[in-house]
């Protein structure tokens, strides 16, 4: 494996002319729901931006990982919004297109559910059945995520027994009667392939995904060479880093209201090099967002420090200047 990474890496066009195995697996599901903390689990790299607010993902990145001949190629997708979020969260049309663009590459969907959101634990998001059925020849598999929050096994089980009652083996479809559940029925979606009970977290379940995923990728000519883990630049990468750790540790709406940017990049030999900037609405804004004695900037700074040393696998020495937006 490793002859072969040297190889490809030293000669790309090759790596298309091999036959391998390939699947590309669309990760969707609503907002928060842990799409991105899986794949980075599965891939081993914190490669999509994660964070404890919805919508952190706002465009499609894809995450791979090769073994044993095969290629699982993730697209990670921004969380299935409804049209109240869309307009509250200001989110672009783009990002919902990144979903619907997803299903037409992939040969696998997989589907993340949160089955610790009180709200939304008991049944699939309309609006993602809804994205579903429009990918109908696609097979699919449901992720249940985050059982690590859950009290017991019991709690596990009722849960569990709602939300796939209606998905498994023609069983009548219980719940809030929504337009996409009676799509669902009509529409014949009776089942996913299989279920997984994960917590993306810890880990605890994630092997299973990887195996399943392994097993029904198709021979195909590789479409990255093995040593590729994603296809956003370096450059993308670093300001999704900071974005996500904004929206880590800033309340409410705010870091919505942030805009990243690259000022300066460089890949040394030894160590990466960058400075990003952070463009806040206000002076106010910004001594607020840096903490007492810009404490709260230095943490922000030295976690993503540690993020991005973790990705590029070398030393990253990153600044990070809050800049408060020049009104016209
Ligand atoms: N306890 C627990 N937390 C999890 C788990 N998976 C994800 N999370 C947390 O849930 C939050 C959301 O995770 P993301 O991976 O950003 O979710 P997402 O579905 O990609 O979110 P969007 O960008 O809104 O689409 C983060 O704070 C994660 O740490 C899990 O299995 N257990």
């Known amino acids: 494996l490793v002859l072969r990474s040297v190889f490809y890496s030293s000669q790309p066009e090759q790596a ?8 590309n697996v669309a990760i969707i599901g609503a907002p928060n729901s842990g799409k991105s903390t899986l794949i980075n689990n599965i891939v081993e790299r914190k490669i999509c931006a994660a964070s404890n607010k919805v919508h952190t993902t706002t465009r499609l ?3 791979m990982c090769f073994q044993n001949d095969t290629q699982i190629i993730f697209l990670d997708t921004p969380g299935v919004a409804t049209e109240k979020e869309q307009k509250r969260y200001k989110l672009p049309e783009s990002m919902m297109n990144a979903c619907t663009k997803s299903l037409r590459c992939a040969d696998v969907i997989g589907v993340v559910h949160d089955i610790s959101n009180k709200w939304t634990k008991d049944y699939l998001h309309s609006d993602v059945l809804t994205m579903l059925n429009s990918a109908e020849n696609t097979p699919s598999f449901l992720i249940i995520n985050k059982v690590d929050r859950l009290e017991s096994k019991r709690q596990l089980l009722s849960v569990i027994r709602n939300l796939t009652n209606g998905m498994l083996a023609g ?11 009676k799509n669902r029925k ?9 279920i997984f009970l994960v917590s993306a977290l810890n880990g605890d379940g994630v092997k299973d995904i990887k195996e399943y995923l392994l097993s029904n990728a198709k021979p195909a000519f590789l479409q990255y060479a093995p040593d590729e883990w994603t296809d956003q630049t370096p450059e993308s990468l670093i300001v999704e880093a900071v974005r996500a750790k904004f929206m880590d540790f800033l309340a409410q709406e705010l870091p919505y209201n942030l805009k990243t940017e690259l000022e300066y990049y460089e890949d040394r030999e030894e160590k990466i090099v960058c400075s990003v ?21 230095q943490q922000i700074k030295s976690q993503t420090r540690n993020d991005l040393t973790e990705l590029f696998k070398k030393p990253v020495v990153i600044s990070i200047q809050l800049k408060a937006r020049v009104k016209p």
């Open 186 to 194: 009509d529409r014949g979606y009776s089942h996913f392939s299989d």
């Open 171 to 181: 069983n009548p479809v219980q719940g809030p009667e929504t337009q996409s559940r």
């Open 277 to 297: 900037a952070v463009e806040c609405p206000s002076e106010r804004v910004a001594r607020l967002i840096s903490g007492a004695g810009g404490g709260r900037l």
């Open 16 to 23: 298309n002319k091999s036959i391998s195995k390939v699947v």
């Open 61 to 63: 990145v894809r995450a």
